[in-house]
């Protein structure tokens, strides 16, 4: 077996972190069985040109940049929907979904909107953007807005994929407005939820707010929180006996030191739910021949959990995390609104 073929059989769902249409039959070939956007892979796939005819369709007919970016998105997520159609409907709705982010400039500094008022529209998108569709999975910010947001998403059946996830106040308020939802949800034979947990930025947060922790400790605590979620979340979903899965996504699994191999991630969290990976480590993984058995059981001894939770101040982390990723966040999505811009300029006129 190849070393996807190895994650997989470990007992982890791969899923893509791209909508590239090329990446999606390769990587679907390797055995993913799901992919995610957002507006930076967007954007990356309009800058290639090779959507440009399309765009230009599109361009022709809407003179709202905005609104063009969002049609574009949502043909690029239609695409890769109908490669893992066939994965959907083998599983039942359990598997074979394309998550699509809902408008991030919700989140931007300059959105005047109120707390509730994101959360109504958050709602009003999710409703938009997942209609008429099976294996769509709609992508929501672990933000006060969007946490609000997620118990009448729920309620509609709307399968919901949590992001932006980094602590366990944001996990359970996720999880608890999302079971609530559920209970007044019409049909829970389709009820399908997930939680990104974001990982390597822990790490790079540790690093540089934490330096203290040890070498020992250093470059752990992504995986540690990780896990400890994942473990959390096994326990609270298996006592409601749904007919689906509602699983844990880790995120962020692409490493961001040189010195850490490709696959550190990837080896740390296979065996259980669902890993979403870029193009680049999917490919440095199969490239490295390692055979990858289950580890997600696995934590590190006691003396390093304990310095952990000793020195890392959670709440600290969740907000400098939240503050940097919100704007990660938006900005992308302003940056893809512009690329529109910069394309209409350029294109010929139809």
Excluded at 156 to 181: C, H, K, M
């Amino acid at each position: 077996m190849t070393p996807l073929q190895t994650l997989i059989a470990s007992g982890t769902k791969l899923w893509l972190d791209s909508v590239d249409p090329d990446e999606v039959v390769r990587n679907r070939i390797a055995g993913a069985t799901g992919a995610t956007s957002n507006p930076i892979i967007i954007a990356d796939l309009i800058q290639t040109g090779r959507f440009d005819r399309q765009l230009q369709d599109m361009l022709a007919k809407s003179s709202d940049n905005d609104a063009v970016a969002w049609n574009m998105t949502d043909l690029l997520v239609r695409k890769a929907q109908e490669e893992f159609a066939r994965v959907w409907s083998d599983s039942n709705g359990d598997d074979g979904y394309v998550s699509f982010e809902l408008d991030p400039l919700l989140e931007d500094s300059t959105c005047t909107l109120s707390t509730v008022e994101k959360s109504r529209r958050y709602v009003d998108l999710a409703q938009k953007w997942s209609a008429g569709h099976t294996n769509r999975m709609i992508k929501v910010p672990a933000t006060p807005g969007g946490l609000g947001a997620l118990e009448e998403i729920a309620a509609a059946g709307v399968p919901l994929n949590v992001t932006l996830v980094f602590s366990e106040r944001q996990y359970v308020s996720a999880r608890d407005a999302i079971w609530r939802g559920a209970q007044r949800c019409s049909n829970l034979r389709r009820f399908k939820s997930v939680y990104s947990i974001f990982v390597s930025r822990l790490d790079v947060y540790s690093e540089k707010h934490v330096p203290t922790l040890s070498p020992a400790a250093q470059g752990l605590v992504g995986i540690v929180n990780a896990k400890r979620l994942w473990r959390l979340n096994r326990e609270f979903w298996l006592a409601k006996q749904l007919p689906l899965h509602q699983e844990i996504v880790f995120a962020s699994t692409g490493t961001k030191k040189a010195s850490d191999p490709p696959w550190n991630y990837v080896e740390a969290f296979a065996g259980a739910d669902i890993q979403t990976n870029p193009p680049a480590t999917n490919a440095a993984v199969e490239a490295s021949k390692r055979a990858i058995v289950a580890a997600i059981e696995e934590l590190p001894d006691t003396t390093v959990l304990q310095e952990i939770d000793a020195k890392v101040d959670m709440a600290h982390l969740e907000e400098t995390l939240m503050r940097e990723g919100l704007q990660k966040f938006a900005d992308p999505q302003k940056s893809l609104i512009q690329l529109i811009r910069r394309k209409r300029e350029s294109m010929p006129s139809t």
